[in-house]
């Protein structure tokens, strides 16, 4: 099966800072992929440049078989690459209702999908069917990252970009949007690619993932498998390290020790 996503040797700087140093990375149709790492590791950064925000200096990045590095963020939505960013950004002053409907702004007026979709958004996000009049930043936290979800789902996304969808949630709103995220892949088939800081969670969620340090991939494996590794376990999930592990063990452990962890 080809990939929906292929991201080959990118590498990505800001100004002369080298931020993603050859990542690569595949998803594939239907499927859920996590990204994880630390604060600074370059997560963000790999989200912005695969969806058209910021440009790759070098390496090349396919969506369903067409090179799309370079293009515009808005032609990237277009063909069905769709960013939910880090910290929402909602349109404060405009409604809930308002907000879904500009993720709907590039389709065919008068499409009755629109309102189709606009319905499943509400079902998926029943508070939101409840607060649709209600100018979205003065919704809470939880509420506006349903909406920017939501939004995204509008554009007809057929791989949703997810950059830090826990960011300042709680623990059971946190596993609330998760659930949401599983039902959208699992109902419509949407691929996934998420970054994530709540590698539990993130592992829990999805099919396949990447751990990337210092704008590098250092393991890659599905979710199942690096959920039984020594250095993601203690690392990233909490675990003590076993009395007779190797100290001299890879780049995990080693890059891992001098980071601030979250």
């Known amino acids: 099966m080809s990939a929906l996503l292929s991201v080959s040797s990118i590498e990505t700087w800001y100004g002369p800072v080298n931020a993603i140093r050859g990542v690569s990375l595949e998803v594939q149709p ?5 990204v994880l790492g630390a604060n600074g590791a370059g997560k963000t950064t790999l989200l912005n440049t695969i969806a058209g925000v910021i440009d790759p200096a070098k390496g090349s990045v396919v ?21 939910v960013p880090e910290g929402r950004q909602l349109f404060p002053f ?13 389709r065919k007026r008068g499409d009755p999908q629109v309102a189709r979709d606009l319905e499943r958004v509400y079902q998926w996000f029943p508070r939101l069917a409840e607060r649709r009049g209600q ?26 970009l997810l950059d830090e969808p826990s960011l300042g949630l709680s623990p059971l709103l946190t596993k609330e949007i998760f659930a949401i995220v599983r039902q959208i892949n ?20 999805a099919d396949d993932g990447y751990i990337v340090e ?23 999930l ?15 452990r080693r890059t891992a020790r001098r980071k601030s962890w979250r």
């Open 238 to 252: 909490g675990a003590a390290a076993p009395k007779d592990a190797d100290p001299a063990r890879a780049g995990l």
């Open 135 to 160: 100018q979205a930043g003065l919704l809470s936290g939880g509420e506006q990252q349903m909406v920017a979800i939501g939004r995204a789902f509008m554009s007809q996304p057929r791989l949703l």
């Open 63 to 83: 969506f369903e078989g067409r090179p799309i590095h370079g293009l515009d963020a808005d032609e990237v939505c277009r063909r069905g690459l769709v960013l």
């Open 186 to 205: 699992r109902e419509t088939g949407t691929a996934v690619l998420v970054v994530e800081q709540n590698a539990s969670i993130a592992l829990a969620t």
């Open 214 to 236: 210092l704008g590098r991939v250092v393991a890659a494996d599905t979710c199942a498998n690096l959920s039984m590794k020594a250095d993601v376990k203690e690392f990233y």
């Open 94 to 106: 405009l409604t809930v209702a308002e907000n879904l409907a500009m993720g709907a702004f590039a």
């Open 30 to 34: 239907g499927r859920i992929v996590t």
